[in-house]
């Protein structure tokens, strides 16, 4: 049994594609490459016919696409693409597919009458999407345009605002960018905040010490630094102050030089909060501050310094700011509807 379209519905399509477009084949020569590149009962082939609307048989390490010559075109420079990362080690699944295809989307808008081989034609030379490298995972690249705009943000900016939905990459890739600065020498330290204030139980009932108080509200910075460092050198980092993590309260007074400070779920901060962890950037010290102003959990009444901080400082030099939307999200297809639909009954009340 796979997982792939009904029977009756591939050979509809099938016959469509004979009748309205064009067939091409694809033979690789790394049986391996090949088998992880179509995943466990060909999922990542299923997920491009559904993204592309293409029909795709695959035999062995032989791939035949049918469809509008542009979506064929499409889907061969996407599994080329695929194809290379995971020759060299890169793991495939839903994510990259969808992230290879607006990248090679990309491509072929800057490049449309040949492929990006040849000429650019006074155009800069197109070097991809933009990627964060640390030693844990390699190259990471960005899935989408938003976030590879994210990281050419992050890496020309020393302060910068991100806001969007849960599912984005707004955390992730701030922790990965994070990690690979301090793995490069470009800052001594990281310092991980989050307000300490969430829906329920308030920090002080919480049982164990302030670091077991804390850990529950910073658990999602911890699993990103989990995933870009191995656990033995985070356990290390977190014991020599390496890397602090630490409520926003905590930040008061402070000032932070050559450090990454990164201020995840912003949008809990109250105005006076986050003008105090603005004001906390030191010398050689660089600052991300991530949100989401549809999930703000301060108490009624309490407006979100995040917002008003994003509007204050939009003209100012220096400062950089990305707005992610639902169809940005790159956790699960069901997440970026979910959200989507959270985002047009929002529309309509707001009407």
Do not use: C
């Not at 090949?34 to 559904?50: F, K, M, P």
């Not at 993204?51 to 996407?78: C, F, K, M, T, Y």
């Not at 990459?169 to 922790?175: E, F, P, Q």
């Not at 602090?244 to 105005?271: C, H, K, Y």
């Amino acid at each position: 049994m796979t997982l792939r379209l009904s029977e009756p519905s591939r050979l509809a399509a099938s016959v469509q594609a004979s009748l309205e477009g064009v067939e091409e084949a694809i033979t690789l020569d790394d049986n391996r490459a090949a088998s992880l590149l179509v995943g466990n009962y060909d999922q990542n082939i299923a997920h491009l016919e559904r993204r592309l609307s293409v029909v795709a048989h695959v035999n062995g390490n032989r791939i035949v696409l049918q469809g509008a010559r542009e979506q064929v075109d499409h889907a061969r420079r996407v599994l080329e693409s695929l194809y290379a990362g995971v020759r060299k080690g890169r793991v495939v699944g839903p994510g990259d597919i969808d992230g290879a295809i607006e990248e090679t989307a990309l491509q072929r808008g800057l490049f449309p009458d040949s492929r990006p081989a040849a000429e650019p034609r006074g155009r800069e030379a197109y070097a991809g999407f933009g990627q964060v490298v640390t030693r844990k995972r390699g190259p990471v690249k960005a899935r989408n345009a938003a976030q590879d705009l994210y990281l050419r943000v992050l890496a020309r900016h020393e302060l910068v605002f991100a806001e969007g939905p849960a599912g984005t990459g707004k955390t992730w890739l701030a922790v990965g960018h994070a990690v690979q600065l301090l793995e490069a020498g470009h800052v001594e330290r990281l310092i991980l905040s989050r307000p300490a204030v969430e829906a329920g139980e308030k920090i002080g009932f919480l049982p164990g010490d302030m670091r077991d108080k804390v850990d529950p509200y910073l658990r999602p910075i911890y699993d990103a630094l989990y995933d870009f460092m191995e656990g033995r050198l985070v356990e290390r980092a977190l014991q020599t102050n390496v890397i602090e993590v630490a409520p926003l309260a905590f930040m008061r007074g402070r000032t932070l030089s050559n450090a990454l400070i990164l201020l995840d779920e912003a949008q809990n901060a109250s105005s006076m909060q986050m003008k105090m962890f603005l004001t906390r950037l030191g010398e050689g010290s660089r600052m991300i501050i991530t949100g989401d102003p549809t999930q703000v959990d301060l108490p009624s009444g309490q407006r979100s310094g995040f917002a008003e901080a994003i509007a204050l400082l939009k003209e100012v030099e220096g400062i950089g700011h990305v707005k992610f939307g639902h169809q940005h999200v790159v956790r699960h297809d069901l997440v970026r509807r979910i959200v989507q639909a959270y985002e047009e009954a929002s529309g309509a009340g707001d009407g």
